[in-house]
């Protein structure tokens, strides 16, 4: 008897164990997991797919390597000279595509300026020769860039992105009417006809886009960017409005610009 209810107070006894083991887990199953918020305006919007991009800019524009080879030459020695140039401005567009893993690429239509030159000769010596009193110079440009933001490419889906920016393609220099004047010489100021000349080009920059609008509408990006333009040889022409001979080389030099620009850009698949 005494065994029958022993084991009645063990049965007991296991049962309510059970059941508070039972109940404590379902407590532990149901308990809410922590969720993290993301504050949607911290959140880009989707951009994959073509865009359109323009900006405005305003440049320091370098002309390196000056030089012209007189109408007397060789027996008259290469005359070389250290331009200098009024800062201009540049205004470029662009059709792309953003492939939103870090890379998107365009081709830009660039046109700077019309700037400005001037410059005396520094060599050889001794002189005198014949300085530069005055000249311009413009460039349009065609170019394919490459873009790569960092942040993008790790899966951060920011607002804010910086980037990196290198650009090839095909500069057309545009020197327009420029004058050579020499005090020495039988017609101490002579002007000679403008030309094109077309050059390589190459661009290296770096920038930050930032997304102006909110998700759920059309998505806007503007950019600031700092590029360096290497837009290569320009060369004026040789026919003069005055008498004289015909230079062997008119005047040459290497034209860059450092640009600092805005610029909007705004994706096409969800007009």
Same mark, same amino acid.
């Given at each position: 008897? *005494?065994?029958?209810?022993?084991?009645?107070?063990?049965?007991?006894?296991? &049962?309510?164990?059970?059941?508070?083991?039972?109940?404590?887990?379902?407590?532990?199953?149901?308990?809410? #997991?922590?969720?993290?918020?993301?504050?949607?305006?911290?959140?880009?919007?989707?951009?994959?797919?073509?865009?359109?991009?323009?900006?405005?800019?305003?440049?320091?524009?370098?002309?390196?390597?000056?030089?012209?080879?007189?109408?007397?030459?060789?027996?008259?020695? *290469?005359?070389?000279?250290?331009?200098?140039?009024?800062?201009?401005?540049?205004?470029?567009? &662009?059709?792309?595509?953003?492939?939103?893993?870090?890379?998107? =690429?365009?081709? @830009?239509?660039?046109?700077?300026?019309?700037?400005?030159?001037? %410059?005396?000769?520094?060599?050889?010596?001794? %002189?005198?020769?014949?300085?530069?009193?005055?000249?311009?110079?413009?460039?349009?440009?065609?170019?394919?860039?490459?873009?790569? #933001?960092?942040?993008?490419? $790790?899966?951060?889906?920011?607002?804010? !992105?910086?980037?990196?920016?290198?650009?090839? =393609?095909?500069?057309?220099?545009?020197?327009?009417?420029?004058?050579?004047?020499?005090?020495?010489?039988?017609?101490?100021?002579?002007?000679?006809?403008? #030309?094109?000349?077309? @050059?390589?080009?190459?661009?290296? =920059?770096?920038?930050?886009?930032? !997304?102006?609008?909110?998700?759920?509408?059309?998505?806007?990006?503007?950019?600031? @960017?700092?590029?360096?333009?290497?837009?290569?040889?320009?060369?004026?022409?040789?026919?003069?409005?005055?008498?004289?001979?015909?230079?062997?080389?008119? /005047?040459?030099?290497?034209?860059?610009? $450092?640009?600092? #620009?805005? =610029?909007?850009?705004?994706? /096409?698949?969800? /007009?």
């Amino acid at each position: 008897m *005494r065994s029958k209810v022993a084991a009645a107070a063990l049965s007991f006894m296991g &049962a309510t164990a059970l059941t508070s083991i039972g109940a404590m887990a379902g407590g532990m199953e149901t308990a809410p #997991s922590p969720v993290t918020v993301i504050n949607p305006k911290n959140v880009a919007s989707v951009t994959y797919g073509p865009y359109v991009r323009a900006e405005i800019g305003a440049g320091r524009t370098s002309l390196n390597d000056a030089y012209w080879l007189p109408p007397g030459y060789p027996a008259d020695p *290469r005359v070389n000279f250290d331009l200098e140039s009024k800062n201009g401005g540049l205004a470029a567009i &662009a059709f792309g595509y953003d492939w939103m893993n870090g890379f998107r =690429g365009d081709i @830009s239509l660039i046109a700077t300026s019309k700037t400005g030159l001037k %410059g005396p000769w520094t060599s050889p010596t001794p %002189g005198p020769h014949a300085d530069i009193t005055a000249g311009s110079v413009r460039t349009t440009a065609l170019m394919a860039n490459l873009f790569y #933001s960092p942040l993008e490419q $790790q899966g951060v889906n920011s607002r804010i !992105q910086p980037f990196l920016v290198a650009g090839i =393609g095909l500069a057309g220099n545009k020197v327009g009417q420029w004058t050579r004047t020499n005090a020495a010489a039988a017609t101490p100021v002579r002007t000679f006809e403008g #030309s094109t000349t077309f @050059s390589p080009a190459f661009s290296v =920059g770096v920038g930050v886009s930032m !997304q102006l609008t909110n998700v759920g509408t059309h998505p806007v990006m503007l950019e600031a @960017s700092y590029r360096y333009y290497q837009f290569g040889k320009a060369q004026g022409g040789s026919a003069s409005t005055s008498a004289g001979g015909t230079p062997v080389q008119p /005047l040459t030099f290497n034209t860059s610009d $450092q640009v600092l #620009s805005l =610029g909007i850009r705004i994706p /096409l698949n969800r /007009l």
